[in-house]
DNA sequence: GCGATCAGCGGCACG
DNA sequence: CGTGCCGTTGATCGC
């Protein structure tokens, strides 16, 4: 049931200007030019576009469009010469151009969709980061945290501590398997910290696990690394080892 | 037009078997569970399901789903105490669950795809190092590389050369702006190679710009940094320095 | 399978 | 706006 390629140009110019979730599927081809450039032949895809003008091209398979664009101005014109309905999104910062022929159209249609709720997620960085500004006992006794998400002149350092002996620790906080740029990114903190203060200052990487390559790094610079026990899922998780320690109190 | 929920099961197992694309919008609330954990009250959203048992939940903004997981293994049943279709994706490991409950399906509908072609990009960092390959002496005279991609302990280094005086130079390509990480990661390159070789090895950091930080920092380290102008586009483009050098030949 | 890196990363938050 | 960094990063490639 092929439609017609005119009759769906004011479709999509309903949907774009009404900010309706627009669904086009079909034959096409289509070039990108911008921050690099690609060509794909023709074939059957999604066009997806979002009430934020956001324009993107499925193919059946993988999570994220094979093309896209966001915040794009977004044309639509019938294109005689070669038979197509021609759609093209344009940014101009940094200037880029997505076009998209569509030599049939198997479907099209447009749809509102209420939709005020946004999503609540448990589990991220700063939350985990936040639960261990009120404890860090649990890593050494007398690590005390003083400054959380410290804005610095190159990052940000996650939680700023001192240690029983008066020294300043940098602890680097990880929700996953620590890497080679997650050391790297504490021993950057860590020069330049100590530099700016001129004395030793320590940095501690805290992470559920740690690749080998990262962990023989690490000790390579003197930083440390301590297992990082949490519980994702809700509001009452807690990192165990705060838990742990909580409870030894009673021992 | 409601559609009922019943009716949309089969449609549902019919497309998933056949590696069709489904797409069915509609009414719904989402709980993720496993590397984080997030829920998402009742509204409009679109899923997507694709060929590779892809699962995705769109929201009407954004390029990216709102929740998602690849290779899920898709189950669906009519839940009749909340009178609602229950779809779930499972994965094994990590070991995640996502569960997605319709109670009211504006749109149910699957799509055989069409589409053997790959995209064919270009201006990739490959593609750029693998002219680099070619001809470093745009950057110096005498700069001679003599192996790209080179697995290494810790990352793989772009390219690895030598200047004129024989010391061993390592090249970092990055195909966009330059920044705090791509310095740290020549830095510990050059770290370990420097260490493995017991001599002096140089880093230089070739990119299209680079941030005023990383430039600070690249210095801090006697790293250098040379400035790449390339074109991206096509299967001709040629990076400029290099282009020049040829045709000065001729001067 | 894990490890490391790239990506047109996207998206966010802060300066 | 740029800079930096997190992300259920995803996707790729090498070991």
Redesign the pocket.
Known sequence: MALGLSESLPIIQKAVSNNEMLILIGNCCVE?F???A?KLAKGDRMLLIKSDK?FA?HQN??????????DSEIAVKFNSEEECLELTAL?R?PK?S?KVKFFDINFIQSFKMNDSTD?R?F????ELSRQLLEDLSFIEPGLRPFKG?V??A???I?ILAEDSKGNLVIV?V????A????VS?LR??KDQLSNMKNKTVRGILLAP?I????LKMLEEFNLEYFKLDFEISNPKARIKGIQKKQTTLFD
Chains 1, 2 share one sequence.
Do not use: C
Request: charged share 35%; glycine share 6%.
């Open positions: 990108y911008g921050r690099a690609s956001s091209i398979k993988y999570l994220r469009p094979v093309n896209y664009m966001m940014k910062k880029e997505l999503i997620l589990g991220s960085e700063v998400e804005p610095f190159k990052g940000v996650d680097e990880k929700r996953r398997k890497s080679l740029d997650s990114q950057r903190y696990e690749t080998p390559n990262a």
